[in-house]
Every structure is written in C-alpha cells, then in structure tokens.
C-alpha cells in the first residue's frame, strides 16, 4: 500500500467515524424532544430552541471530522 492509499482510507475512517456519533446524537435529540412534545405541548418554544442548540452542536462535531479528513487527504 502507498503512502497516497494510506492517506486516503486514513481520509475516509475520520469522515466516516467521525459522522457516526453525530448521526446517532442527532437521531436521540430528535426523538427525545418529539416525546416532550407529545406529553407538555405548552413547553414547545422552549423545547424547539434546545433541540436546534443541541442540533447545532452536534452538527458541528461531524464538521470537525470533515476538516479533519480533508487535512489527512490534501497533506
């Protein structure tokens, strides 16, 4: 294996792990904040404005592994 192929599967391990527990975050955060939804429909500002927070944060962790994959794979 080249050092080019090393750098690549390198590449797509971060993006790939990398998007992993983001997708799973964001797949609880969702279903978390539609069941309080369900049972406090009063609370819904609230609840919206955390979940898009947490959306957010979350999001930004699977940017993190991007960078890091586009640093592996242009270096």
Known sequence: MTDTGIK????????GLGA????????????????????NPEAEP??????????AFAEAIAIYALVVALILKFT
Request: charged share 10%; aromatic share 0%; proline share 3%.
């Open 8 to 15: 690549m599967l390198a590449a797509g391990l971060a993006i």
């Open 46 to 55: 609230v609840i919206r404005l955390n979940m898009v927070l947490g959306l």
């Open 20 to 39: 992993i527990g983001p997708g799973i975050g964001i797949g609880l955060l969702v279903a978390r904040a539609m069941e309080a939804l369900g049972r």
